[in-house]
């Protein structure tokens, strides 16, 4: 089993795995623990979601990706 992700510490850039299965690059933490503002890089069940932003409940994320923040 995974170690629990702290949503509280991502930071934008961190690239996340979400329950459906998608990909997103958030671009804002506003540090509640409950949501994140992402960017969707691929989204299996909607691809008409890659390029958005949107909120994304923290419940939905899986899995961490890498970071491209500088």
Avoid: C, K
């Amino acid at each position: 089993m995974s170690a629990p992700i702290n949503i509280r510490d991502l930071a934008p850039g961190t690239s996340i795995v979400l329950v459906d299965g998608a990909h997103a690059e958030i671009v804002d933490n506003p540090g509640d623990g409950i949501w994140l503002f992402g960017r969707y890089l691929s989204s299996p069940r909607d691809p008409t979601l890659v390029g958005r932003e949107e909120m994304i409940f923290a419940q939905d994320v899986v899995a961490l990706g890498h970071s491209t923040a500088a």
